[in-house]
C-alpha cells in the first residue's frame, strides 16, 4: 500500500494514515449513508482527511470501492452524504484488502 502527495513521508505518515483509512473503512462498510461530518464524529478524524480516505477508497489499490454520493436534503444546500455499495469490477481479487474487523491486510 502507497499513499501519496505533496506533503507525503512515508516513514511519517504511512502508520497514521493506514490507520485512518481502516477507521474510515470501518464506518463506510455498514452501507449506512453518512456524511463527512458523521464520519469525522465516528472515526475521529477531520473532514478533509475522511473525505481524502473516501477517494482512497475509490482506487484500485486500496480496493476498488464503489462509494457513491448523494445530496442530503435540498440539493442547493450543498450537504452530501456517501456509503460504500460493494466493489467496483476494477477491484483486485481474490483478496481483500481489509480482513472482516476492518484491518488492513497487505
Known amino acids: ?28 462498510r ?8 458523521e464520519l469525522a464524529t465516528r472515526t475521529g478524524d477531520p473532514e478533509a482527511s475522511v473525505s481524502a480516505q473516501l477517494r482512497h477508497l475509490r482506487k484500485r489499490r486500496f480496493g476498488a470501492y ?15 452524504e456517501y456509503r460504500v455499495a460493494g466493489k467496483s469490477e476494477r477491484a483486485p481479487e481474490p483478496r481483500s484488502l481489509f480482513d472482516l474487523g476492518g484491518h488492513w491486510t497487505e
Open 1 to 28: 500500500m502507497r499513499f501519496n502527495g505533496d506533503d507525503y513521508d512515508p516513514a511519517l505518515d504511512d502508520a497514521r494514515l493506514e490507520k485512518q483509512l481502516g477507521r474510515v473503512w470501518a464506518a463506510m
Open 30 to 37: 455498514t452501507g449506512e449513508w453518512l456524511t463527512l461530518r
Open 66 to 80: 464503489i462509494v457513491e454520493k448523494r445530496p442530503r436534503g435540498a440539493r442547493e444546500r450543498g450537504l452530501y
